[in-house]
Each structure stands twice: as C-alpha cells, then as structure tokens.
C-alpha cells in the first residue's frame, strides 16, 4: 500500500470481506523489471528493494530500476525470496543458496558451506532456503529456513533453534514473517 503522496510502502495482508472501494488507487506507471514478487524491503536512502521469484533482485531509485542478478552481480542466485535492510543499511537478501548480503559496492555470500546456516542432509547440495530475515533491536539477524528452523547471527556466532535438517522443521515457511524490530530477544 503506497500513502497518496507516494512515499510510504506497507506490507499488508487483505482478506476482503465485502467488495472493496478501490477507487482512489492509480493505475500502473512503471513496469516491473523482474517476475513474481516475493518480498520488498526499503533502506534508509529510500530505494525499494524487490525480491523476485526467478529474476534477482530489482531495485527502485528515483524511478530508475537496477536489477542485481547472479549473472550481473554476486548474487549467490536468481531465486530470492526475501530482503531485509540492516542498521548499516546494508540489504540482507533470501536466497535458495543462503544468505547475500550486499553494502552498495561489495558483496558477502553466507552459505551452509561457509556459515552456520543449517544444511539440509537429503540434500545433495546440502542447501537450505532462506524464507524471511529481521533484525532484533541488539542488531542480531533472525533468518528463518524452510527446513532448519530459525537461526540467530550476531555478527560472529551463529545459533539455530529448530530440527538439524534430518527431520521436518517445526517452523513452516512463514515462520518469521515479521517486520523490522518485531522480534527481540525478550520474546525468544
């Protein structure tokens, strides 16, 4: 939901329980450079983030579009699923791979290889998905896995809650869908 002055991005979820007024919502103006959107995060220097399902991650700056692509960039993949954006301003972007994490100029990957990220042991690849990450008030990052739980990165340790991989999780796939400080380690 964007505010009638275009400034403010909401996510929200709408189950509509009579017909809704959309009348005071404005056509398309820009097309979306990639596919299927799968999350949308905004810094602090105002650009939108857009996680998409097969095309990288597209970024909205002054209604110009950059599109970061594992093609193009260090991107560990095109999958990506989710963006959250740190205190640094740094975007932390889901991937099917893990987690990339990029500062504008430069790019660090986190993967089951290289992290503490959980692994998923029927997996050949030993990958896990990435589906959300949020940021607690203490800077800690909270990524969630399809199949390893939650897993806190403190910026030097890294500690899973949830089953190893050999089991199903006890988390599904929405199980940290929440906005920027909605989690703290109080509510753990």
Known sequence: AVSEEGHEIHRLNVTPINEAD???WSKID??????????????PDGRVWFATMNDGVNVLENDSWSVYTAEN???????TTSIAIDDEGRAWIGTREGVSIFDGENWLNYTVENSG????????????TVVNIAFDGEGNAWISSLQGGLTRFDGQEWTTYGFDGRE?????????NCQYEA??????
């Open 183 to 188: 989690v703290t380690s109080d509510d753990l």
């Open 117 to 128: 990220l959980p692994g998923v042991s029927y997996d050949p690849g030993n990958t896990e």
């Open 168 to 176: 199903w999780t006890i988390f599904d796939e929405h199980s940290l």
């Open 22 to 24: 959309i009348s005071g």
């Open 73 to 79: 960039s260090d991107l560990l993949e095109d999958y």
């Open 30 to 43: 820009f097309e979306l450079p990639g596919g299927k959107a799968q999350d949308i995060a905004i810094d």
